[in-house]
């Protein structure tokens, strides 16, 4: 059995009762011509987003935090730790349908993306390390993505032989590809980063745009069905959850709070564009249904809750005096004359 078999029994379920919160998702019909103009804009997104992220990378940061790994450790544990185990018992708490369950499961163990740099920044993080976690993090997923989606999917009927392994194992090692090249590109012609950058940026929101509107227009009929209430608490909550026990789990670990607030953007903020690339080729339209509209609420609920806690961190910042980071400000006191 696998998830197409599950997902047309369940749709056939449907159309004899009501559609439920947990209720399957209906039957999308997609011209092949438009489907395959998603799937183009959608891989130039991913493709742009990675060379991006490669630019922001230099080879002797990497080396430096590569031989004093503790942070990056901890960041890889959080990160293919806390999200995928959250996404699994989110999905089994509220009982949902096989094609909800597998769309969480593989957000869940996505790994970091670009977006947990900029409020790394915004948090006054450790930079270096955020950029190095980030590029761990995707090449670990090469490995541990299809791993971790192997072992949680034993616990839902239908999903154990259902998942795309293929088609997730190759998205992720495309995604491998244009953030090498980007890496190239700022060590050997560091001038053309900044460059590449803005270009990058500019096909990134014209892309985006299409793909939004592309996408409107085909569920346009079928947006009320994603936005069901077990799908908008698990968006909620994941990523909550992500920055709450990523910076605990850092605290413990005795690292400094820079570098905690790091890991914790870094757990909470997944690779979206990877997610929505892998639902969208992977999956046949007709089996995911608007599912595939799952990231896109995943990341509006991520950046919300990462902009208040960047505004709630600020907000500290400014009514407390500079003792941040470890820094003893009696010590400095005495020392002065």
């Known amino acids: 059995m696998n998830v197409t078999e599950v997902y047309m029994g369940t749709a056939n379920t449907s159309t004899q009762g009501n559609v439920s919160g947990n209720g399957s998702m209906g039957v999308l019909s997609i011209p092949p011509s438009l489907n395959k103009a998603l799937n183009i804009f959608t891989i130039i997104i991913l493709f742009i987003t990675m060379i991006s992220l490669g630019c922001t990378m230099e080879i002797s940061k990497i080396k430096t935090h590569l031989l004093k790994p503790k942070g990056v450790a901890i960041a890889l544990v959080a990160q293919f730790g806390v999200m995928p185990l959250t996404a699994f018992s989110l999905a089994k708490m509220l009982q949902m349908d096989p094609v909800k369950a597998v769309t969480v499961l593989i957000c869940g163990c996505c790994p970091g993306g670009s977006l947990s740099n900029i409020f790394s920044l915004a948090i006054k993080g450790d930079m270096n390390l955020s950029i190095v976690m980030t590029s761990c993090s995707c090449i670990a997923a090469l490995v541990l993505m299809p791993l971790l989606l192997y072992v949680y999917s034993q616990g839902f009927t239908g999903l154990k032989n259902a998942v ?149 961190f600020r907000c500290h910042q400014a009514f407390k005096p500079p003792a941040e980071d470890g820094v003893d400000i009696k010590q400095e006191v005495v020392k002065q004359p």
């Open 164 to 312: 795309p392994y293929v088609g997730i194992i190759s998205a992720l090692t495309f995604t491998l590809v244009p953030c090498a090249i980007g890496i190239g590109i700022n060590h050997y012609k560091p001038n053309y980063s900044s460059v590449v950058k803005k270009v990058g940026l500019s096909i990134l929101i014209i892309s985006g745009i299409i793909v939004f509107s592309l996408s409107a227009f085909v569920v346009k009929d079928m947006i009320w069905m994603v936005l069901t209430p077990d799908v908008l608490v698990v968006a909620a909550l994941m990523p909550l959850i992500g920055f709450m026990l990523g910076y605990i789990m850092s605290f413990i670990c005795r690292l400094s709070p820079q570098c905690s607030r790091t890991v914790s953007m870094e757990t909470g903020c997944q690779n979206i564009q990877l997610c929505v690339t892998i639902l969208k080729v992977a999956f046949p339209p007709q089996v995911i249904g608007p599912m595939f509209l799952f990231p896109l609420v995943y990341y509006i609920f991520q950046c919300t809750e990462a902009l208040i806690l960047t505004l709630c």
